[in-house]
C-alpha cells in the first residue's frame, strides 16, 4: 500500500495501530514520508493534554505511570505514553522496549506505548520526542503521557514539552532535593513522593515542603502527593491533581505549549546543524580553537562562538 497523505489521514483518524506506529517511525528517523503525516494531522492536534512523568532514577516513574493509565482508563480517556530510554551505544535504538513496559496495557485498544531513544541529549528527550508527541495528539489520544529517563537536572527540558509536569521523589532524598532545588524543583507542577510506606517518607515530604517556590510567584500552588504505585496507593488523587491543573491553563496556555513544543524542535534542529557543520568542518581555526580550549587560553563558550562564526557567519555575543 502506497503510504501516502491519504494513507496517515485515514490511518490515523481510524486509530490504525499499523498507521500510527509507521507515522511514528517515520518522523523518529526523519524520513522523507513525515511530510505526509504531519500533513496528515494538520489542524487536528492542541487537543491533547501532555504531562511529563520525571524525577531522579529509581522513584518508580514506570511503575506510577502505569498506574496512571489505569486511572486515566477508568475515565474513559485514551492514553498514549512516550517512554524515553537510553540508546543503545551500538544502533542508537532505545535498550527497554515498548513489550517490557507497562505490560499490564498491552491489550487495551485505548491504550498505546511506545519507547523513544533518548539518543544521548542530556536532557533525556531526543530531538524527535515534541514531533512524536505532535502525532500521537493529532491521532486522537486525549492524554499523552512523556516519562523521561530520569538524569537528575538536565531533565528540566520536560518543560518545554508538556502542559504539567510531574516531578517524582523517592523517600530519603533529604538534602539532595536542595541541590536539585534551582533545576528539577522548579520546573514542578505537581510533586509525588512515590514509595509513601518507607519510613522516612515524612520527612521527604517535608523537605519538599521547604524546597518548595515562594506563594504568589504562580496562581497555581504546587501540591505536594504520597504515592504507592504498586498498589496504587494515592494515585486517583494524582489523576485528580493533574485533571485541576490542567482546568487551570487557560487557551493561551494551551496554545502556547504547542509553539513551544515547535520552538523546541526548531532550536534543537538548528543545534544539530551547526554541531555537523563543526565537526565536518575543514577550516583550521576549528582545530586551533581545540587546542586554545585545551591549554585553557580560551573560555569553552567563546571558542563556541567563534566556531559558529566560521561555520554559519555571525552570531549574537549575548
Avoid at 507497562?102 to 487495551?108: I, S
Amino acid at each position: 500500500m502506497k503510504r501516502d497523505v491519504s494513507y496517515y489521514r485515514e490511518g490515523l483518524a481510524s486509530g490504525s495501530r499499523d498507521a500510527l506506529g509507521r507515522a511514528i517511525t517515520a518522523v523518529e528517523n526523519d524520513r522523507p514520508e513525515a511530510q505526509f503525516v504531519f500533513q496528515a494531522i494538520s489542524g487536528r492536534t492542541g487537543r491533547a493534554h501532555v504531562i511529563g512523568v520525571t524525577g531522579p532514577p529509581g522513584a518508580g516513574k514506570s511503575t506510577l505511570t502505569s498506574a496512571l493509565i489505569a486511572a486515566f482508563r477508568e475515565q474513559g480517556q485514551r492514553v498514549a505514553v512516550l517512554a524515553v530510554d537510553p540508546s543503545s551505544p551500538f544502533g542508537g535504538g532505545a535498550i527497554l522496549g515498548d513489550r517490557i513496559r507497562m505490560g499490564e496495557h498491552g491489550l487495551d485498544s485505548g491504550v498505546f506505548v511506545r519507547s523513544v531513544a533518548s539518543r544521548g541529549h542530556l536532557g533525556g528527550l531526543s530531538r524527535a520526542t515534541a514531533r512524536v508527541i505532535d502525532v500521537l495528539d493529532g491521532a486522537g489520544f486525549d492524554t499523552v503521557i512523556v516519562e523521561t529517563v530520569g538524569t537528575g537536572q538536565a531533565e528540566t527540558e520536560i518543560m518545554h514539552l508538556a502542559q504539567t509536569v510531574v516531578v517524582v521523589m523517592a523517600p530519603g532524598l533529604g538534602d539532595e532535593i536542595q541541590a536539585v532545588k534551582a533545576g528539577i524543583l522548579e520546573i514542578a507542577d505537581i510533586f509525588v513522593v512515590n514509595k509513601a510506606d518507607s519510613p522516612l517518607a515524612d520527612r521527604t515530604m517535608r523537605t519538599l515542603h521547604e524546597a518548595l517556590r515562594p506563594a504568589g510567584q504562580s496562581d497555581w500552588r504546587q501540591p505536594i502527593l504520597p504515592t504507592i504505585a504498586t498498589d496504587r496507593t494515592g494515585v486517583a488523587d494524582l489523576a485528580d491533581a493533574i485533571a485541576n491543573h490542567a482546568a487551570s491553563l487557560d487557551d493561551d496556555a494551551r496554545l502556547k505549549s504547542g509553539s513551544r513544543r515547535a520552538r523546541r524542535q526548531l532550536a534543537v534542529a538548528a543545534a544539530e546543524l551547526a554541531a555537523e557543520r563543526v565537526h565536518e568542518s575543514d577550516d583550521p581555526i576549528i582545530d586551533e580553537l581545540a587546542e586554545q580550549i585545551l591549554s585553557g587560553e580560551v573560555g569553552l563558550r567563546d571558542a563556541a562562538q567563534e566556531a559558529l562564526r566560521s561555520v554559519v557567519g555571525p552570531v549574537d555575543e549575548q
